[in-house]
């Protein structure tokens, strides 16, 4: 009984903890424009930003996110994972708070957009590196499902509460909300591996009994992971001539590949612009409940996706969401082109709502998770923090190109054009899959490596 109350609130630790790494700032900083620029634009708030601006205001977060996303592993080695959580994701959100909430001027907001963006970057970083050391195998998966889960809780609470409050409100819930998470975080352990290369071998046994139990094996989890220091120290010198080899060259192209077409998809937009979108739409539907409902939708698709993912495989994920996310977003692009020349018939108001929510479902089947999966299967040991840098570097470049230009291309090119041309890019996406991806459920390391360098 006293080992099963151990273990009981051993996993309780790890949730907190999962909390508490800020995966809930993640999404509510990344989705904070989608209720805030129809305020700033539409003179509701206390100074007001055009149109080009609020295009700079969203894709600011991109930037904050490529200052820091690449080094966070780097600082992590350097100074420990929580001081890092602290002082790169937690304090950067506070300050953006404050910013705002004493500030009123566009490149006061540009600059605590990147602070946000580099808070997104850290957590995104950060978070998994650090459930991956203290969470048992048995849960990590879970674990990581759910710190993913918590990203879209974030943008839930913000699309509620963009509706009701203003944009300082909705801005101090946020640091109120980071403040909460690093209170408690300051009250949890640094990550074994860190003490360990101070020599602090006691200390590192203590984190593993805090977050995993009494009734573990220290011992052999300590010399498991001075193992795998051991061997990291002695990769890098073949980095390089592994990372030109062909099969990591392939592994780079699908997901690279990949990764732009994730984001030609406009999902980073849908999420940044959300009531902008639905407020252009012009249905009979409130654009705020609009953007809660598809909120909502992609809470509770990515906690289904949990059950789902693991038991497919990853090429048919990937073809029935590229399918899916390309008719959604034809839908869209014919529901504005109807409008434009001026066709209505019964259910017309129905179609933006409904596209969302079936581009919501399709991208968090396969788009969404697989990429992530690729990136942790087809990369050896030697270049996988490498390679994940370089695809993390180009997802963030992607992200700003797409959120600098969407909100100029609904204007001036108009939204059914838009919304046709993020279609047509799933069409390329379908054939990229089926020529660059490769199979890798069920397949160890060994036999991925082998078939990529075939």
């Known amino acids: 009984m006293k080992l099963s109350r151990s273990r009981l609130f051993a996993v309780f630790r790890q949730f907190l903890a999962t909390v508490c790494l800020g995966p809930i700032l993640l999404g509510a900083n990344s989705s904070w424009t989608s209720p805030v620029l129809p305020q700033l634009e539409n003179s509701t708030a206390n100074f007001t930003i055009t149109h080009g601006q609020g295009s700079w205001v969203g894709s600011m977060l991109a930037v904050g996110v490529l200052i820091t996303a690449v080094p966070s592993g780097y600082l992590a080695d350097r100074y420990g994972m929580k001081k890092c959580v602290m ?3 937690v304090l950067p959100t506070i300050l953006f708070a404050v910013i705002i909430y004493f500030t009123r001027n566009f490149y006061w907001l540009c600059f605590g957009r990147i602070l946000t963006g580099a808070s997104v ?7 998994p590196m650090y459930l991956c050391e203290i969470s048992d195998v048995t849960l990590r998966g879970t674990l990581n499902s759910f710190f993913e ?17 203003n944009y300082i409100t909705l801005t101090l819930i946020i640091g109120a909300l980071a403040f909460t998470c690093g209170a408690i975080f300051l009250f949890m352990p640094e990550n074994p591996t860190y003490l360990m290369s101070l020599k602090k071998y006691s200390e590192a046994g203590d984190v593993l009994v805090f977050y995993r139990g009494d009734n573990i094996n220290v011992d052999e989890l300590l010399k498991e992971i001075q193992g795998d220091m051991d061997e990291k ?9 592994v990372l030109m080899s062909k099969g990591a060259l392939r592994g780079l192209i699908a997901c690279v590949g990949l990764t732009i077409f994730q984001e030609s998809s406009g999902v980073d937009a849908f999420v940044v612009y959300t009531v902008q979108i639905f407020q252009t ?5 409130d654009a705020y409940r609009s953007a809660m409902i598809i ?9 289904m996706t949990i059950f789902i993912v693991e038991k497919v495989r990853r090429r048919l994920l990937l073809f029935i969401s590229t399918i899916g996310s390309c008719l959604a977003l034809g839908c869209m692009g014919a529901y504005f082109h109807m409008k434009e020349l001026d066709i209505s018939f019964n259910g017309l108001n129905f179609i933006p709502l409904v596209s969302f929510t079936i581009f919501s479902l399709s991208f968090a089947l396969g788009l969404g998770p697989v990429l992530w999966l690729l990136n942790g299967e087809l990369f050896s040991h030697e270049i996988k923090g490498v390679a994940n840098g370089i695809i993390i570097t180009s997802s963030w470049i992607c992200v700003f190109i797409v959120l600098k230009t969407f909100p100029i291309a609904m204007v001036d ?4 054009y838009t ?11 379908v054939i990229f899959i089926k020529f660059f991806v490769p199979e890798t459920k069920g397949k160890t390391l060994e036999e991925i490596q082998k078939e990529l360098n075939l």
Request: glycine content about 10%; overall charge positive; hydrophobic content about 50%.
């Open 149 to 165: 889960c918590l990203v879209f809780v974030g943008i839930f609470l913000v699309s509620v509460c963009g509706a009701y409050v």
């Open 233 to 241: 120290s002695k990769r890098w010198g073949s980095v390089k001539k």
């Open 121 to 127: 970057g850290a957590v995104s970083v950060l978070g």
């Open 419 to 429: 919304f046709y041309f993020s279609s047509m890019c799933m069409v390329a996406c």
């Open 87 to 89: 002082v790169v994701s």
């Open 295 to 303: 909120a909502a939708v992609q809470v509770i698709s990515t906690a």
């Open 281 to 285: 739409a012009g249905t009979t539907i």
């Open 413 to 416: 090119l108009g939204p059914h």
